[in-house]
């Protein structure tokens, strides 16, 4: 399995990221993906799931502001992010469970002014 983020960097309050993760060495269209993050100092939270027929479900701290989405051609899973707040900083990983225990090297976001 490998699943290799991108997307993250610095943005305003208020502003919008997307997030991407390319997925390898497994089945992609069989599997739900999960976005997770850990915020400085703290565990890591459950942000988000697409299951495989593109149902998906939000932590109540995202919901309406963040977008799951997937590409099973391009074995890619999205994160849109959208009216950002300064606790949505953290490092964003995807993965193949919720908890995270097989995820990616991570994304950096930032939300500061």
């Known amino acids: 399995v490998q699943l290799v983020e991108s997307g993250g960097g610095l943005v305003q309050p208020g502003g919008s990221l997307r997030l991407s993760c390319a997925a390898s060495?497994?089945?992609?269209?069989?599997?739900?993906m999960c976005w997770v993050r850990q915020a400085p100092g703290k565990g890591l939270e459950w942000v988000s799931t697409?299951?495989?027929?593109?149902?998906?479900t939000y932590a109540d701290s995202v919901k309406g502001r963040f977008i799951i989405s997937r590409d099973n051609a391009k074995n890619t899973v999205y994160l849109q992010m959208n009216s950002l707040k300064s606790e949505d900083t953290a490092l964003y990983y995807c993965?193949?469970?919720?908890?995270?225990?097989?995820r990616g090297q991570g994304t950096q976001v930032t939300v500061s002014s």
């Open positions: 697409i299951y495989m027929d593109g149902s998906t």
């Open positions: 993965a193949i469970d919720r908890q995270g225990l097989t």
């Open positions: 060495g497994f089945p992609f269209s069989s599997y739900y």
